[in-house]
């Protein structure tokens, strides 16, 4: 099993930047994948950017310059930098760990960004 724990939303103006961390725990050997999506009011969930085992990202068209994704191993946390944010980035967040036979997903962190 792995755990996942998302922290660092909140309320931001339209420009303004955002760390979003997630702390992971368990089976850590085990995980294929890490990813962050987002879920805006009536809107499915979508994936915002995604980094392999190997450490290789790949991200959103509409993120793409602006959110950069990293992990630090000797914590056992990934990271979201977003920068130049845009009402359209307000959403909930959530953190999600993909091995080889299921996922698993954190609780999800509020990010409003106002114009």
């Known amino acids: 099993q792995v755990q996942l724990e998302e922290s660092g939303g909140g309320l931001v103006q339209a420009g303004g930047s955002l760390r979003l961390s997630c702390a992971v725990s368990?089976?850590?050997?085990?995980?294929?994948?890490l990813g962050w999506y987002r879920q805006a009011p009536g809107k499915q969930r979508e994936l915002v950017a995604v980094m392999t085992s190997g450490g290789n990202t790949n991200y959103r068209d509409s993120v793409k310059g602006r959110f950069t994704m990293s992990r630090n191993n000797a914590k056992n946390t990934v990271y979201l930098q977003m920068n130049s944010l845009k009402p359209e980035d307000t959403a909930v967040y959530y953190c999600n760990a993909l091995l080889l036979h299921v996922g698993y997903w954190g609780q999800g962190t509020q990010v409003t960004v106002s114009s």
């Open positions: 368990g089976s850590i050997d085990s995980i294929k994948f």
